[in-house]
Structure formats: C-alpha cells, structure tokens
C-alpha cells in the first residue's frame, strides 16, 4: 500500500459552497457526505455520538460534526460559515458550509466568493421556494461556474421520478435565465444516504453521478490562466544586503493569466511602462508563471512603483476610472447610505470613496427591482455608484472575480461593509431585456 | 490500494497551467504573509517550534526572499517544553538572523499574577502572558499557525481574525471574509490574528515539510521515551508532575504529532522514524491530531472556543 506525497499532491483541488434553507437537510448532507467518504475520524465520531447519547437520540445526530460553536449546539442552528476538508483519491475539497438560516445572503456570499460549485439543497415535498431562488441568484450573481442542486428527502415522496423532475425542470429554468453557466440535478435523501456517496437502490429511475461523484469529476476551470495577465503589487522587496545591494523585485499573487519574461508591462494608474526583466517563483527564477502563483517580478526600467500599483502586459492594459458601477451585497448591520464615505478596497488598493448614487436595490424572492431605495441595510443586494479619490485599474467581475471585486469598509470602526463587483450584475442575456422592462436586469 | 493521478479530463487542454494541490496552498499562504506586511506596522510570527509554526517560518523565508523576513518571532514558554523544541527555536533564530521575543508562563508564576493548575497543566495558562504581551510590545498582527481542519471551534476562524483590546474571539461577530480581500482595519489596541494555514491540513503540512525538505525537531519521529499512561495517553515522565506513583513508567516506541506544552501533549505508539513513514502513518490514522494527542481540548466540548474566546491562539 503506497500512497504516496507525489500522487496526493497531483489531485486537483475543488472549493465548494452549500446553501439550503433551515431543516432542508443541509447539515445532514455535509455530515453524510464527510461520514460515508471516510472523513470523519473515530475520534469525532465518538465525539458525536456521545453527545447525541447524552441528548436521548437514537442515532448519531450527523449535523453535530459541523455545528462547531456552543451557541450553534444549544440551539441547534448554524450560525456562521465553517470551512471543511476532506479528500477521496480523485481530488481534495474545501467545502465553505454555509448557514441557511440567519443573515442568509451575507453568508451565502462569502462562501460563494472563493466557489467553484454552490449545492443548492431543497425539500423534495416543498419544492422551489423563495430561498431557492435566493440562493440561486447568488450564485448566479457572484459568477459561480457550477451548480448543483440536491432534492433531497425524496424518501418522504415515496422516490417518485415525476417529483423531482419537475423541481428540476423549474429550478433549471430559473437559474439558466439568470445565467448560472451549468447546472446539475440530483434526487437524493442525506438521512438514509441515497445517492450521496453511493448509489441509491431506490430510484433506478435516475441515471446521473451522486453527489460526491459529481464533485469528483466537474472539470475545476483554469480559465484565469485564459485572462489578460493582472498582477497588483502586494510588497516591494528590496534587501539592500551586501549580498543583493540593487535588487528590487515586486511581490504580488498573479491575480489572473500568464506573465513570462521579456514581455512589456504597463503600471497603473501612473501607465509608465517597462519591461519583464525578470521572475522568481518564490526564490526560483522562471521564465513563465500564471495566476494564481505568488511570484516576484524584476523590472528593467527602475520606475516607482508600490504597493496597490497593477502591473499588466501592456497589450492588454485595463483601463483606470474613479466612478465605479457595481453591484453590492451589503454584509454589515449599520446601513450605506447615499453620501456615504467609505474605503473602496480593490485588489492590494484601499482608496478613499463616496457613495454617489444608490440606483435601485434588488429584491432576489421575485427579482424585482426598487429605484432609488436611498440605503442599503444589512443582506440588501443593490446597484451602486461610487466616486474613488485615486484612478482605479478595475476590471468587471465577469471577466474576472479576482480583480472585478472589491469590498467598502467604514473608515471610522473598519466594518466590512458591502461586497462589491464591477459591471454588469447577472450573466445572463441581459441586453435582450429592455431597461425599462420588469426583471431582473436592474 | 495505489491511488494513481489523475491528469486528464480535470485540467483538460489548459493543463500546462494547472497547478498542484501543495503548490495552490503555498502561493495562498504567500500571499497572506505579504499582505500583513504591506498594511500592518509591526506583525510578529508565534512560534513554538512545533511542525505548524516552522511551515510558517519557512513560507515567510520564502515569501520575502532574497530580503529577510521582515517579523520577529514570539515564543510563549510554558516551562513545560520539550527540550528538543527549545534547541530547534535557537538554531532557527540564529541561522536566520531573526529576533526571538519570549513570554514565559513561569515569571508569571513566580510572579504571582498565574496560579498553578492542580493538574499541572499549562496549556491554558498560556493566555495572560501571550496577550500581555501583545499589548506590551504593541504588536498589531500576530501570526499563527493554526488550521481549520484541527477542531470545529478552528473549523469557524477566518484568515484574518480581529481581536479587540482584551484579546479576544467573538464568533459571532466575525467580518465577513470575501475572496481574496483581506481586511485588516483595526482601532489602537486592537490586533488581527493572521492563519496563513488555514486552509491546510494536517497531511498538507507533512507533505510540504518532505517536498521541502524542512528539518524538524526528532521528537516527531519514532524514538524511545520513557512515559507513562494519563487519560488515555502517553505523557513524558519529567518535573512537571508526573507520574503519580500509580501511574507506572514505561519504555516506549513512540512520536508526537503535535508538540505543546508537556503537561498535556500526548505521545502516540509508532515505529515511522523517517517522513515517508510518517505521511502512510498520518494517511491511515482513524484519530485526528488533536483528539490522539491534546489533553486540553478534551476538558469540555467546547474547550478550545472557550479558550480562543479569551485570547488563546
């Protein structure tokens, strides 16, 4: 039995996201998913049914595994995001295990920010919900690539293929016209574990993947690699060692595409230009790297450059502009209101900021519009005009979540206040719809 | 069971681009190093010696190479520590140039403002000295190297954890953590918490420390100790407060998995003397680190929230 670093090491990796509404079943899922794939050790799993023992259960309460929090165990809720690993032999996952409950949005966005896949969990015997279609524009709206969505409890409609084909079809219809790019539908029961992680015997009926074997197999895209190079400087190294008197590289993530040397570069905002004289992989020089790959850059031209600067091929240059139009997810509990100042964080870039204009806030249950709503409180998602103090190099977040999002903060406490992401919200056919019309295109 | 690769569908044609698991955790891990030092005044790393904290230490070498790296370390010595570990702390200090400050539980003893435990333990005593400390020495950002794989209390830490001037964790008043946007605004007083490892696990750090090649203290390899058996694990007989005379000292096959204070961090029964060993050990293992290992977190289902609640790391 060899299972060796190099062969765990050359496994992809998937993050992933899950939403559902309280009692749907979602903390029974997760729990299921880590306890059938082997990835609860004995020790938590004692842990767990010691203290379901304890509370009179016959059975290992599986939502234990997560509930991590005392208050989350008293009451028996989630009530903040948890971060959880776990690995098969074809690939390893983060999954972000998002709270359905409270403060649904502003949770669900933060774990949907760093997602490649969000499963969406609905009761089999309610069908589509108005939280179903919350969390499918979510996903939607913060560009998720993948989404799945688990109908679960089909135990408690007798397995019957016609129920979950129609929550499929209308769940489908929903989140393609939203623009969600894949969707996948799995009937499934998390309490009795059918097509979880194995098969399930009592619905021959469904020919697809299960849950985990999805996961296992959705391509995980490198299509940052496919984007114009974006690299924001994080740090400026410079030893001034008798061993490196004149190096001065500058330290960033490749927030998105391929840099190699000898290419010529643009600084933003200055647009002074220079050219890759050299790239360090963390101590190693290259020739090549790509995002998101956390390197160091030598330029020929001694020009100055610092941290918040972007350095980008000169090809494929953003362009810089001080009035950004977003949409916002707002994540605080003291309002943003019009007039507001705040910091407009961008990539490596806090700049001072004035909320200008508040055009319309979205209602997700219907996907109405509201214009002109004055504020945004606390899971309120809107439309949002922002004047910068400096000239941002801002890119819309459809071409890249990386250096299309940013966050406003309240200079006075540095409460995170409201996700934002430039340009156009959903991905959808927006301009087939007229603006004037009802929808979603706000 | 050999479990080969998997090169193709999952990459597909863009695979010249993919990059490994090992590697993805690495440039992450950068990339929180350097954001600390670009917008905080004056970052410390925790180090204890233990596998944790020397992956920090050697992602911050290279996050900032060729320049040094640009923190001093801060050690919080329970008294109880494993020589070994103290001998490894010296030699990285010194081969690296860095700048080691100590905060001893045992002046605090001595000193009268910490009670020793009836049970001897001092992983909890830990507290006082290491947040004094931060307020003294006014550090604002303070590395640690704690994952989230190790407990669930950890499971709900965010990357950057705002503590407020008494040091401590409110869970339920996180900051939202967005993409790749750290936010690490904080009042005088205040200071952020930094987990450049977050998102590792315990088998990630094996692995990184063999791709790397990173030295570590001998005692996580299998060596023969002299121990003794309390609640369940193999203590280190010493002058700390044990054995009782019920509890007979045996000669042992054993390692840590962890390394903490003495007083409560157990061995395990092992023959892996080498890091090849120890990866098929690990890969195995039905017990999580800390359930094999930590007396501590066994006090209470929610022993470390509570701790993490009043400052601990």
């Known amino acids: ?442 | 069971m050999t479990t080969a690769a998997h090169p193709h569908t999952e990459s597909g044609s863009d695979a010249p681009y993919a990059l490994s698991h090992l590697d993805a955790l690495e440039s992450e891990a950068v990339h929180i190093f350097r954001e600390v030092a670009g917008e905080f005044e004056k970052p410390v790393i925790l180090f204890s010696g233990g596998k944790d904290s020397i992956v920090m230490l050697h992602l911050a070498l290279k996050a900032f190479a060729p320049a040094p790296v640009p923190f001093a370390l801060l050690h919080v010595d329970t008294g109880h520590n494993f020589p070994e570990v103290l001998a490894y702390r010296d030699r990285a200090v010194a081969r690296h140039g860095l700048r080691l400050h100590v905060a001893s539980v045992q002046e605090y003893i001595d000193a009268g403002k910490l009670r020793e435990r009836p049970d001897g333990v001092r992983n909890p005593l830990q507290t006082v000295p290491l947040t004094e400390a931060i307020q003294q020495l006014k550090f604002d950002a303070v590395f640690g190297g704690g994952r989230r794989d190790e407990e669930k209390a950890r499971a709900k830490e965010r990357v950057f954890s705002l503590r407020d001037e008494f040091s401590q964790w409110d869970p339920r008043r996180q900051r939202p953590e967005l993409w790749q946007l750290y936010n690490g605004r904080h009042a005088p007083g205040e200071h952020v918490r930094v987990f450049p490892l977050s998102n590792w696990t315990e088998l990630d750090v094996w692995q990184y420390i063999a791709r790397e090649g990173i030295e570590l203290p001998e005692i996580y390899f299998a060596h023969e100790r002299d121990v003794f058996r309390r609640n369940g694990m193999w203590l280190t007989a010493g002058e700390w407060g044990g054995p009782k005379d019920t509890e007979p000292v045996e000669t042992r096959l054993v390692r840590y998995r962890t390394v903490g204070d003495m007083s409560c961090t157990g061995a395990v029964d092992s023959d892996a003397a080498d890091l090849d060993a120890v990866i098929a050990e690990i890969a195995v293992s039905r017990l999580t680190e800390r359930g094999a290992t930590r007396a501590d977190d066994k006090l209470s289902e929610a022993a470390m929230e509570d701790r993490k609640r009043e400052g601990y790391f």
């Open chain 1, 1 to 442: 039995m060899t299972t060796t670093t190099e062969q765990l090491s050359a496994t992809t990796l998937l993050r992933f996201a899950t939403a559902g509404s309280v009692d749907d079943g979602k903390s029974t899922l997760v729990g299921r998913l880590l306890h059938d794939s082997k990835s609860v050790l004995e020790d938590q799993l004692e842990a767990v049914e010691r203290v379901s023992a304890d509370r009179g259960q016959d059975a290992p309460d599986l939502a234990l595994l997560t509930d991590g929090l005392r208050a989350e165990r008293e009451q028996g809720i989630t009530i903040d995001v948890a971060y959880r690993y776990f690995a098969t032999a074809r690939r390893r996952f983060i999954l972000a295990d998002t709270p359905g409950h409270v403060q649904y949005t502003r949770n669900m966005v933060t774990g949907a920010s760093t997602a490649d896949l969000a499963v969406v969990l609905v009761d089999a015997r309610n069908g589509v919900i108005e939280q179903t279609r919350r969390h499918a524009a979510v996903a939607a709206l913060l560009r998720v690539p993948h989404v799945v969505l688990a109908v679960n409890k089909m135990d408690l409609v007798d397995y019957r293929e016609s129920v979950f084909a129609e929550i499929a079809e209308e769940f489908t219809a929903y989140a393609s016209e939203l623009g969600v790019p894949e969707i996948t539908a799995i009937p499934i029961s998390a309490l009795a574990g059918d097509n979880v992680v194995e098969p399930s015997a009592n619905m021959d009926w469904y020919g697809g993947p299960t849950v985990l074997e999805h996961l296992e197999t959705v391509p995980v895209s490198h299509d940052l690699t496919a984007c114009p190079a974006r690299f924001p400087v994080q740090y400026v190294i410079r030893p001034q060692t008798a061993e490196h008197p004149d190096y001065r590289g500058y330290a960033g993530q490749i927030a998105s595409g391929v840099l190699r040397v000898g290419e010529a570069v643009t600084v933003l905002p200055s647009g002074k230009t220079s050219v890759i004289e050299g790239i360090d992989a963390l101590g190693e020089p290259v020739d090549i790297a790509w995002s998101p790959q956390s390197v160091t850059l030598r330029l020929k031209d001694d020009i100055d450059i610092s941290r918040g600067d972007l350095i980008a091929p000169t090809a494929s240059a953003p362009a810089t502009t001080q009035d950004v139009v977003a949409t916002v997810c707002h994540v605080a509990d003291q309002p943003l209101a019009v007039g507001a100042r705040v910091l407009l964080k961008h990539t490596t870039r806090t700049v001072k900021a004035i909320v200008k204009e508040i055009p319309s806030r979205l209602t997700l249950d219907d996907l109405s519009q509201h214009p002109a709503p004055g504020q945004l409180v606390a899971n309120d998602i809107g439309r949002v005009v922002v004047r910068t103090a400096e000239p941002l190099a801002l890119d819309a977040y459809a071409d890249s979540r990386r250096t299309g999002s940013f966050l406003l903060i309240d200079p006075a406490d540095g409460t995170t206040l409201a996700a934002g992401m430039a340009g156009e919200s959903f991905a959808s056919k927006a301009e087939a719809v007229p603006a004037d019309e009802e929808g979603w295109d706000f």
